[in-house]
Every structure is written in C-alpha cells, then in structure tokens.
C-alpha cells in the first residue's frame, strides 16, 4: 500500500492503490509508515497528491507517524494534498502541527 522511494536521503511515501486514507486502509498504511519512521534520524515526505479523502483514522495515522519520527530524532512532512484534503487539515489546525509542502520539489 504505501510504496516509499529515496531521493537525496529523503524517503519519498505515495500511497498505492488507492484515492481513500480512512479505517478501512489506515492500519496497513500506519504500520509501514511505523517501519520506516522507526529507524534513527529517518526524513520522510509522504506525497498525499492522489488522495482525495480522509476520515479520522486517517488523521489518527499521520498524527502517529509524526510522533514515531520525531520519537526517533526523524522527520516526517506532507506534500502536494488535494483541496478537499487540506480543508479538513486546516479546519483541524494540522496545518500548523505539519510541515505541508505544495510539491515533493519544493523541499529541501
């Protein structure tokens, strides 16, 4: 489900097959996002461009993988997330808790 690429040292998370991060597909996604972020001092851009919803359990999974990074001296940022998406993240304030960027290129 999540396919994770590395670029400069940074890995690079898109969710595969799949346009939904909701409780249906969260706790897969939110154990192989554990297995990378627990690693020391791993930086992790996970690319939300094809994902066009998300429910609490969604949110739940990406608050947890923050906190599994920064647990291990790691990082973990959002990129390039659909309108629909970011309302949500906003209306949340998780726009504030995450780094949000509009492109993986955008990142240094």
């Known amino acids: 489900m999540l396919q994770v690429k590395e ?3 940074v890995l690079i998370g898109k969710l595969a097959d ?3 991060l909701n409780a249906a597909v969260a706790p897969e996604i939110k154990a192989d996002l554990t297995a990378e972020l627990s690693k020391k001092g791993v930086r992790m851009i996970l690319d939300l461009s094809n994902i066009s919803f998300i429910d609490s359990t969604g949110i739940g999974t990406l608050i947890s993988a ?3 990074a920064r647990q291990h001296e790691g990082s973990f940022q959002l990129c390039a997330i659909k309108t629909e998406v970011m309302s949500l993240l906003k209306l949340m304030k998780l726009d504030k808790v995450f780094d949000i960027f ?3 290129e955008q990142i240094s």
């Open 102 to 104: 509009d492109s993986e």
């Open 7 to 9: 670029h400069d040292g």
């Open 66 to 68: 923050l906190k599994t």
């Open 18 to 20: 799949t346009d939904r």
